[in-house]
Nanobody, 126 residues
């Protein structure tokens, strides 16, 4: 059992920045991956950025150059620095995690991630 809690969402104007944080608790000893996903209203969930236990990161092309993912899986933390926000970044952002035994992880859709936070809303106005 793993619990994830996100914080840092809010409403900002285009061009501004926000920082999101995620902290995992519970049975976190075998976490292998943590990631950020987002879901705009009426649209499918999409991957934003991920961090693996070996320290490798990935960032979706739509936010590359503007968003930076960081954290420490051994300390059960994940962060997302979002700069130069655009209206199309408006979505509910979710933190997700997967244990080492999870199979078929898909950082685009979230398939295979078995722990999810409650989400935090990010709204960007033009």
């Amino acid at each position: 059992q793993v619990q994830l809690v996100e914080s840092g969402g809010g409403s900002v104007q285009a061009g501004e920045s926000l920082s999101l944080s995620c902290t995992a608790s519970g049975n976190t000893h075998n976490l292998a991956s943590m990631a950020w996903f987002r879901q705009p209203p009426g649209n499918e969930r999409e991957g934003v950025a991920s961090l693996d236990i070996d320290g490798s990161t990935s960032v979706a092309g739509s936010v590359k150059g503007r968003f930076t993912v960081s954290g420490d899986i051994s300390k059960h933390t994940l962060y997302l620095q979002m700069n130069t926000l655009k209206p199309e970044d408006t979505a509910k952002y979710y933190c997700a995690a997967a244990g080492a035994d999870s199979l078929h992880l898909d950082d685009r859709t979230g398939t295979g991630y078995n722990y999810w936070g409650q989400g935090t809303q990010v709204t960007v106005s033009s």
